[in-house]
């Protein structure tokens, strides 16, 4: 059986301790690869090679040959599409036509757009005067950070370690990157399409593992990482923002979310629908910025639930080599029991269960896998952890509303603040409604359509700090200012 190893200063290497974890098909319920589990001195050897390296080559080039790498590991990516495709599909369980035109697509987008991006981003200047009338010039500069750690999580993992990957690259960091255990596969890949590019040993870096007292907790409780970019849920990243206060290092973090989708009744119904399936449901209803809340004006909201429950029970569940199937399992049986849990005190809470509820009977080995059920309840109160908890399953409650002033103050009632989704043809509406939204990512009359040149990121609970076109660089850079006496 395969197994996947550390990929530090361009070699790939296991762990010295000998020990591995299984890596589980979720599909199934079979192990697909064992990895190799970092201790401390595996994530030293990796943090140690990222310092080198930024003395080396790497920080020796120009933007121009710099970036021309970044495109020659996009390209690499593009060349061995269909590895990445089958690699992240058997990790994670999601169709391939989702991972196809999203995850390994954008895990090649992230690299070339940082790369265009850094070399056009202008940065400031200001000329002063000074008493004795010569003046002085101030200009600033951008300078890398250093050696960024990168802890990316499980639902869609290419996509997600090559959003922090790309940009941290472009400027001129070195990275050392921990992957989600349950999705270890493309990033260890990634070091072969780096090598083949020629990004220099060191540049890249990965260590295998789990989060507390595993490599997680190793990369961040070590002094000589300068930064950390971190996705996951929120309790995680308060534990990495106590460890990087030690030695004041800077932080990133995209978390969690329990989002709202809004439905005035003044939208396209079927546009609203659509998305909403999309909000709910995509992923296996894994994606931090789904909608599993719902709230829907009152005059349409019989209607929106007899749509929602037809257009759920047409999902299609199945393998990722299914081409019919438009949803997979959930990432494992694990976060199964997590889901299925939420799923009983849905009716523990009284509940109106409208579809789903339970688990899917699958033919075969696909028996053991971690399948679930669409899953659409009514009926609850504001206060049911249903609602109030991120579950981060294929599922939504959906409550009616009266007023627009209701519909804000529901969707600003938690403490997350990530993403929403607004349905109105009212272009007034839309504007106001957008402006007092506590988020940080509002769509209008869409969901996840993504312009990687925008800011990113959650207010509240959801995050501190935003990703995406210049913000990316801010985090990424240290900015310099050079006043020069004239
Ligand atoms: N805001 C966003 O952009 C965004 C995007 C995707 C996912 N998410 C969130 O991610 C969560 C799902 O992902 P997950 O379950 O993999 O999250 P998670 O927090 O359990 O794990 C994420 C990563 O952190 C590591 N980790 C866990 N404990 C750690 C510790 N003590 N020290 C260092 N590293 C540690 C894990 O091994 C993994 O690599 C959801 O809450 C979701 O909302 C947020
Ligand atoms: O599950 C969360 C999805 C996050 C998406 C992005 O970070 C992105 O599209 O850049």
Not at 223 to 249: L, Q
Not at 308 to 319: C, D, F, S, T, Y
Not at 442 to 450: D, E, G, K, Y
Request: charge should be negative; hydrophobic fraction near 40%; charged fraction near 25%.
């Amino acid at each position: 059986m395969k197994d996947i190893k550390h990929y530090i200063n361009g070699q790939y290497v296991g762990s010295a301790s000998g020990k591995l974890f299984d890596n589980i098909n979720p599909a199934n319920g079979q192990v697909i690869s064992k990895v190799h589990e970092a201790g401390r001195d595996e994530v030293d050897a990796a943090v140690q090679a990222a310092k080198a390296a930024l003395r080396g080559p790497w920080g020796k080039m120009t933007l121009d040959q710099r970036t021309a790498i970044l495109h020659k590991v996009a390209d690499g990516i593009n060349a061995r599409f269909d590895e990445f495709l089958d690699a992240e599909c058997l990790d994670t369980g999601k169709p391939k036509s989702l991972a196809r035109h999203i995850d390994i697509p954008r895990g090649a987008a992230n690299f070339k757009v940082f790369a265009d991006m850094v070399k056009n981003v202008p940065t400031e200047a200001f000329e002063m005067p000074t008493p004795d009338g010569t003046g002085a010039l101030n200009y600033a500069v951008r300078r890398p950070k250093g050696v960024i750690g990168v802890i990316s999580p499980w639902n869609l993992p290419l996509l997600l370690m090559t959003w922090k990957v790309g940009p941290a690259l472009a400027c001129g960091n070195t990275v050392v990157v921990k992957p989600s255990e349950e999705t270890p596969t493309t990033t260890a890949l990634l070091g072969e399409v780096m090598k083949d590019a020629g990004v220099p040993d060191g540049v890249y870096n990965v260590v295998h593992g789990f989060g507390g007292d595993s490599a997680g907790a190793f990369l961040t409780e070590h002094p000589d990482v300068d930064g950390f970019t971190f996705t996951g849920e929120t309790g995680t990243g308060e534990v990495i923002m106590k460890a990087a206060a030690r030695g004041i290092r800077d932080i990133s973090l995209e978390l969690g979310g329990k989002n709202a989708g809004l439905v005035f009744a003044d939208c396209d119904l079927d546009k609203a629908i659509e998305g909403t399936m999309r909000s709910a449901f995509a992923n296996c209803g894994q994606v931090c910025l789904g909608t599993e809340r719902v709230y829907v004006e009152r005059p349409i909201f019989d209607e929106f639930v007899t749509r929602l429950k037809v257009a759920a029970e047409e999902l299609r569940i199945g393998p990722p080599d299914d081409s019919d199937a438009s949803m997979g399992p959930l990432v494992s049986l694990k976060h199964r029991e997590k889901v299925l849990s939420y799923y009983q005190k849905a009716v523990d809470d009284g509940a109106t269960v409208v579809t789903g509820g339970g688990v899917p009977d699958m033919p075969g080995s696909l028996a053991g896998g971690a399948w679930v059920q669409p899953t659409i309840w009514t009926g609850l109160a504001d206060d049911s952890a249903v609602v109030t908890d991120e579950i981060f399953g294929p599922c939504c409650h959906i409550r009616p509303f009266d007023t627009e002033e209701e519909a804000i103050d529901l969707a600003n009632s938690l403490p997350y603040g990530l993403a929403s989704a607004i349905w109105t043809e009212n272009v007034t509406r839309a504007h106001r409604v957008a402006g007092q939204i506590e988020a940080g990512i509002i769509w209008v009359n869409s969901w996840f359509l993504r312009d990687l040149r925008t800011p990113f990121g959650g207010s509240k609970q959801s995050g501190v700090g935003r990703e995406g076109g210049v913000h990316s660089l801010e985090f990424y850079t240290e900015m310099k200012n050079v006043c020069i006496k004239l």
